[in-house]
Antibody, heavy 119, light 108 residues
């Protein structure tokens, strides 16, 4: 069965970076892309960007351009999302989700990773 | 960026009733690239509808989606106790994906 398993919770100080992983199983990793979506406490969903696991092409939300980098490691079927220069308003649950290509909805989601930014 | 506005913000209904949730886009959504998700507390979102009207795998047929252009609707024909949750629409057509702010469906 398709599974996306994310890394554990993180606590970071303002200005630091965080890298969240998302390990895929149960499907051909390079046949799909991965979106990253975050949700601040008590708030709605915010799309961060998308990466193709086939060729590494990315599309980032304009708001996060320059602070976010998404990568994949096809040898381990793992996607990564790195966010730099963290601020308190980056505190959120971060989700990875699978989509067949850029113009596609997300049919399977990871369990979420809580990132807390606090001094 | 396409802005999605969902209404109502909160919908109070009883099990067995019909729920109608609205999602309006600030500009036309390309090729009906519109999805609906359900989210329960402490859980990841779950895909219900894609392409505006196609049910995702395993989704009961009491869930249906309709609409095109700028106006989309999610209908739950007869509410079951497990349907009370927050619902989000999402467009994935152009200028990046965006989500609506959500509609909370609560038990009356």
């Amino acid at each position: 069965q398709v599974q996306l398993v994310q890394s554990g919770a993180e606590v970071k100080k303002p200005g630091a970076s965080v890298k969240v992983s998302c390990k895929a199983s149960g499907y051909t990793f390079t046949s799909y892309g991965i979106s990253w979506v975050r949700q601040a406490p008590g708030q709605g969903l915010e799309w961060m960007g998308w990466i193709s696991a086939y060729n590494g092409n990315t599309n980032y939300a304009q708001k996060l351009q320059g602070r976010v980098t998404m990568t994949t490691d096809t040898s381990t079927s793992t996607a990564y999302m790195e966010l730099r220069s963290l601020r308190s308003d980056d505190t959120a649950v971060y989700y990875c989700a699978r989509g067949e290509d850029y113009y596609d909805s997300s049919d399977y989601w990871g369990q979420g990773t809580l990132v807390t930014v606090s001094s | 960026e396409i802005v999605l506005t969902q209404s109502p913000g909160t919908l109070s209904l009883s099990p067995g009733e019909r729920a109608t949730l609205s999602c309006r886009a600030s500009q036309s959504v390309s090729s009906s690239y519109l999805a609906w998700y359900q989210q329960k507390p402490g859980q990841a979102p779950r895909l219900l509808i894609y392409g505006a009207s196609s049910r995702a795998t395993g989704i009961p047929d009491r869930f249906s989606g309709s609409g095109s252009g700028t106006d989309f609707t999610l209908t739950i024909s007869r509410l079951e106790p497990e349907d009370f949750a927050v619902y989000y629409c999402q467009q994935y057509g152009s200028h990046g994906y965006t989500f609506g702010q959500g509609t909370k469906l609560e038990i009356k």
